[in-house]
């Protein structure tokens, strides 16, 4: 006998049971499977199609983008990083990702890419040597599709051996996103090169779905 399909609510079934309406059950029974209750979620696939899901998927799907990343590159002494800068703005480099829950940061572009449309708070923070004077302006920026949305940069001052302002450089803004857009962090600096404590406490980059 050969394949057939049957069609309710429609003469031209796609599936070997095409239903063109709504479906109404009126008795399950319970599953106490364990193996089955973890991969036995139906959803209904964007052509129609009744398909099986994972429950992990799921769950997973529903969580909220949060990403953190630093530098893995550390060296044992002070775990030091030594960024070379250009003129004007340089990528900051955070390759170590920590956390990541919807697969969006590459730390190879060190790029953050949404999936989906919300509203995002995204934060960074360096902290540079403070053995190493640095008597210029020197900041951190979040961008936007490379467009530069906060920024804090402020000039070290040392008085003598004893550098009297901040090491530390943060920016932290709310950010709308769409599905596509991106975010990275770049130095602001006319240097040639500057170090910067890599311990994740020191420095880092953190991303955050709010809505």
């Not at 099986?52 to 998927?57: F, G, H, I």
């Not at 969006?104 to 572009?109: F, G, L, S």
């Not at 804090?152 to 857009?181: C, E, H, K, M, Y």
Request: net charge negative.
């Amino acid at each position: 006998m050969g394949l057939s399909q049957v069609g309710i609510g429609t003469t031209n079934p796609t599936a070997t049971l095409d239903v063109d309406g709504t479906l109404k059950v009126r008795t399950t029974i319970q599953e106490t499977n364990m193996e089955v209750i973890t991969d036995s979620i139906m959803v209904i696939s964007r052509n129609g199609y009744v398909n099986r899901v994972d429950a992990n998927d799921v769950v997973n799907a529903g969580l909220p983008s949060m990403v953190r990343a630093s530098f893995s590159s550390a060296s044992d002494i002070a775990h030091l990083i030594t960024l070379t800068l250009g003129f004007g703005y340089t990528l900051v480099e955070f390759d170590n990702e920590l956390t990541d829950t919807n697969d969006e940061y590459d730390p190879t572009t060190y790029t953050f890419t949404a999936k989906e449309d919300g509203i995002y708070q995204v934060n960074a923070q360096i902290r540079v040597n403070s053995l190493i004077t640095v008597n210029t302006d020197f900041g951190i920026g979040i961008y936007k599709n490379n467009v530069l949305v906060a920024e804090q940069s402020f000039a070290s001052v040392v008085v003598g051996v004893v550098n009297v302002t901040s090491p530390f450089r943060s920016v932290s803004t709310t950010i709308d996103l769409v599905a596509g857009d991106t975010i990275t962090f770049k130095l602001a600096a006319s240097l040639a090169s500057v170090n910067i404590l890599g311990n994740n406490s020191d420095s880092y980059c953190a991303i955050y779905q709010i809505r």
